[in-house]
Nanobody, 115 residues
Framework: QVQLVESGGGLVQPGGSLRLSCAAS????????MGWYRQAPGKQRELVAT???????NFVDSVKGRFTISRDNAKNTLYLQMNSLKPEDTAVYYC?????????WGQGTQVTVSS
């Protein structure tokens, strides 16, 4: 079993920045892929960014150039740095880990972008 705990969400003004963290209960060194998803009210959960153990990156078009994803294997933590935030980035952000056929999710952290 893998437990994921997100933190770092909050209320931020448009144009501001936040860094989300996802702490895993196991070593993330060999987890094939980890990522961030988000779900806004009334919408489906969507992929935001993924990072494989080999270093491959993938971002949804709407966050390219604004968000970066990284992992610290020594701390077993995944990060999402979010810059130039927009109101449409408001959502609950979820951490995800994919291990072969299993998908693990955190409980989510709320990000609200509003003036």
């Amino acid at each position: 079993q893998v437990q994921l705990v997100e933190s770092g969400g909050g209320l931020v003004q448009p144009g501001g920045s936040l860094r989300l963290s996802c702490a895993a209960s196991v070593s993330i060194f060999s987890i094939p892929a980890m990522g961030w998803y988000r779900q806004a009210p009334g919408k489906q959960r969507e992929l935001v960014a993924t990072l494989t153990s080999g270093g491959s990156l993938n971002f949804v078009d709407s966050v390219k150039g604004r968000f970066t994803i990284s992992r610290d294997n020594a701390k077993n933590t995944l990060y999402l740095q979010m810059n130039s935030l927009k109101p449409e980035d408001t959502a609950v952000y979820y951490c995800n880990a994919k291990i072969i056929y299993d998908n693990y999710w955190g409980q989510g952290t709320q990000v609200t972008v509003s003036s």
